[in-house]
């Protein structure tokens, strides 16, 4: 706890150490008078502890149990319907329709907090020391439940784990929660991310090969006399060709983009910007976009050679395709807008010697609206994350600018380099 009150400074927190310390604390149920589990960095509560909570209250106190604040319409009229009014009758008023509704309502919003890595209540503070914690808020209502009622829900539920003889860790860490008594499994969505990462790695490999091998009229290296007939006929065969893959450049080129986005990152993060952002958000969304233009001064490969596009695409795509992979057994909601955001991008990235300098920069153009779009689009969002970083320790600022951005201003370079 100590290590807590030194994290959260505050002017109008006044705090004294905790004395006659004893033992370890394993759970915290932070009451704002519905529950909400999202911890920082996409941490979550064991499973366990929700369900407990879930039947103490529905079945010991009798207190209907909701997921967040949200009621559904099925069982209070007042509330709005969550499917669009022009839909037909024939699906609107479908009992599979609705409950599909509902359940993708609480996924929309878990899945908001978790890929940002903000947490949804006081409780997403103790995950971090592995204290189990969500929050219990009542939504207001005429009655019939009352404080009595969430007081009989406390008390059971701190009595129910004041009896455990060890610290909850045998069930899921890993979960979607659907509805109050409904969930979903990491092996049941899971896949679903691990699946682009695999098609990224995939189309990578291909390019890698692709790069790799020319087909080719003729063998520039041969040396034929001309008179010798059947040399040339041998010599003008369509042929598959191996070629050499230059490897420096593109490693290269990622690397100072990437260190580009911890520039980025460092100058959002600063004074400066904070205090001033509406001018300097688009002079650096316009600067860093224009710096990994300097790539186009590397030297060209010879014509024998594959050309440093090719393979930059293919060391991209690879790349993507491990950060996607790693990320969906951490954070599996960042992982999935990371494969939205980054799948067809840097798919569709080609290189072409035909195109002119303008179609090569309007396709960099847009990769780089992609890429740094945020920073004039969404100011609240980035200062925001800004803070949560500074002060909860939650990585999804340094993520999107040390990670995405140099990610999508790679397949940018492979569509505006010249072969």
Known sequence: ?????????????????????????????????????????????????????????????????????????REDRNQPSLLPSWLPKALTQNADVQEYAARAR????????????????VHGLFHQFRIDAFTLFAVPATGPHGFHAIGR?????????????????????????????????????LPSAVLVGTAL??????????AGWTFSLSDPLATFDAKDEKAASQVEEKRWRRRHRPVLQPVVIMALTHLLGALLFMLISSSWYAAH????????????????????????????????????????????????????????????????????PLSLSSTSAAPSLATRGAKYAGYSALALGWLVLCPGEVRAAVWRWEVLGVWFAPFVCVVYVPLVLQAGLVCFLPL
């Not at 004294?16 to 979550?44: C, V």
């Not at 996924?107 to 947490?119: L, S, T």
């Not at 829900?153 to 860490?173: D, G, I, K, M, W």
Request: aromatic share 10%; with cysteine.
């Open 201 to 210: 790695l995939f189309t990578g490999l291909g390019e890698w090969v692709n």
């Open 153 to 189: 829900v406390l008390e059971s539920s701190l009595r129910t784990c004041n009896n455990l003889l060890e610290r909850l860790h045998a069930s899921f860490f890993f979960y979607l929660l659907v509805a109050p008594s409904t969930f979903m499994k990491i092996g049941s969505y």
């Open 1 to 73: 706890m100590d290590r807590i009150e030194r994290r959260l400074p505050g002017a109008f927190l006044l705090s004294l150490g905790l004395l006659l310390r004893y033992g370890q604390i394993t759970t915290i149920f932070p009451l704002t008078y519905s529950t909400t589990s999202e911890g920082l960095n996409g941490r979550l509560p064991n499973q366990d502890l929700m369900n407990s909570v879930s039947l103490i209250s529905r079945y010991t106190a009798g207190v209907p149990v909701v997921v967040y604040d949200h009621i559904d319409p």
């Open 106 to 121: 609480n996924v929309h919003r878990h899945m908001n907090y978790q890929a940002r890595g903000a947490a949804s209540g």
């Open 277 to 344: 952002p509406s001018i300097t958000a688009p002079v650096l969304a316009v600067l860093f976009s224009a710096l990994p233009l300097a790539a186009q001064t590397i030297p060209r490969s010879p014509p024998t050679h594959a050309s440093v596009p090719a393979v930059l695409k293919a060391f991209n795509l690879c790349f993507a395709s491990a950060l996607v992979s790693i990320t969906a057994v951490l954070n599996f909601s960042l992982a999935a807008a990371l494969a939205v955001a980054l799948g067809l």
